[in-house]
């Protein structure tokens, strides 16, 4: 069992506990006595997180891997057919309502500080369950909000296991000093670990510190939750992010699609951390989807937030030939359109393809297509092997430039550290996004969207704009949308353009199926998803989850309340 694989170790029972988190095992039973005696036990232990937080590309035909199948249609990335819907009652269990990876991370943190290991040791371990306990603990505020924090064993009979729900700032207090003690603390590298970019390392912790405290500061700010903590929040970002960038250990990579679509990602430059498939070990499926089997397609409003290669938008670039052909689409667009989709429009029941390889806008993803495997063994069915970024370079550039935008403290000098680097990317190489005021533009023009959300100023316009096209289709969108507050922009009954694909003549094909044309025309734009089952938005409940309902029920059994999220 190779640990690079993130293989999935159950440890004897260790830290095990029921869904409902009140049964435990023992803590000193033989079992738990002897384990805990070396460090490579403790390091042993560890690998029991990485397929909870790692998913990468997942494993066998498992899409839920957090990024291109997460969610896909319940943003404004995908014009589906049938668009996922926001959740509309409160379900009776599960529902995500869980404390069992907590206590895992808290039992690590407990015991390494009685293994036989030098201080150095046991506090590089410490903050390795500390960075897990962080993770875990943003997950659970992101999707619930105010959470009981947790930072200790509890015994089962405790009546602690029901304290009230603790306010999301208190939680995220302690969740930042985790990540502050593991960022001092953790190991730039373990030699008894393995290859760099397989495990956890100072380096992990500050891009994930970038990345979950850029979520909290925003999601506080525009939901008007508590400024002070949200500036606090965002300068955690910002410096984690900073870090990162001041170390020089990292730089993009010169290959865009390579990121997604390689065998190996050893020694990649811009991969912090990944995760490495192999025939004989571990596999996936998700180049066999973008491959030959059906998509989801991606919607228009996607496509046209794409950049001229001028740098400008399509509505303010003379370079812009219109949509009616995939080659006007594509032409003189930011480079990374053409990494990310293929150069065809492939439609249900065209028999000019070879495979089922259609999608419902006619927009295909190639992104994590590898073509000297299309057609192999590993390129088919879930036998793929293509490695898998757990979180990149790429990324920390767009939460430091989001960041410092957010704070204010935007200066050209940010922007030539960020954003104009992932612009200066061979193959990419658009020109320089330059700061005017608190407006965006490129060769000395100063220039406005006219999409532009008029209460966002047009320099963060534009930051939004290269964080979803930089990211697309890795698992951002919805959260992203959730942490701004702008839901909205996923009703595709106000928002057309999110339920329209490719234009299309219908006479250009020899026979169609389930394909509509916009007001039933011979010729327009795709549009996927019939009016009954457009997706309108209309309740700020959804921006958290509610809390199941037999967890409510186990509180008042106990003499205790737990309250529900509001609106539900």
Known sequence: MKKQLYLFLFILGLGACKKDFLEKLPLD???????????????????????????????????????????????????????????????????????????KANLMINRVQQVPMDEEAINHWTGIGRFFRGLEYAN?????????????????????????????????????????????????????????????????????MSRVFLFEGTFLKYHNIDQAKATAYLEAAKWAANELILSGRYSVNTDYRGLFSSVSLAGNPEVILYRQYDRAQITHSLMSYVNREAQTGVSKDLIESYLMNDGLPITESPNYRGDKTIQNVMADRDPRINETFATQIRLNGDPALQYANYSTSGYVVHKFLNESLKDANEGLSNLNITDAPVIRYGEVLMNYAEAAAELGTLTQADLDLSINVLRDRPGVNLPQLQLVGSSAAVNGRVYDDPKRDAEIPGILWEIRRERRVELALEGFRLNDLKRWKKLEYTDNFNRPDINRGAWIR??????????????????GYIVPAARQAYRAFNNDRVYLDPIPLDQIKLYADQGFELKQNPGW
């Open 29 to 103: 039973t033989p079992t738990d006595e002897t384990f805990w005696t070396s460090e490579s036990n403790v390091r042993l232990y560890t690998w029991d997180f990485y397929p909870l937080y790692f998913k990468g590309y997942a494993s066998g035909f498992d899409l839920s891997w957090g990024g291109y199948f997460s969610g896909q249609s319940l943003n404004d990335d995908f014009a589906p057919s049938n668009p996922t819907t926001f959740t509309t009652v409160v379900p009776p269990n599960d529902g995500g309502w869980d404390f069992e990876n907590v206590r």
């Open 506 to 523: 219908r006479a250009d094909y020899a026979s169609l199926s389930n394909v509509i044309i916009e007001n039933e025309a011979e010729e």
């Open 140 to 208: 659970l505020v992101k999707a619930f909000g105010d959470v009981p924090w947790y930072d200790g064993l509890l015994d089962e009979n405790s009546s602690e296991l029901y304290k009230p729900r603790d306010a999301r700032t208190v939680v995220m207090d302690h969740v930042l000093e985790d990540f502050r003690f593991a960022a001092e603390h953790v190991r730039l590298e373990d030699a008894n670990t393995g290859q760099q970019g397989l495990v956890v390392n100072k380096d992990v912790v500050l891009a994930y």
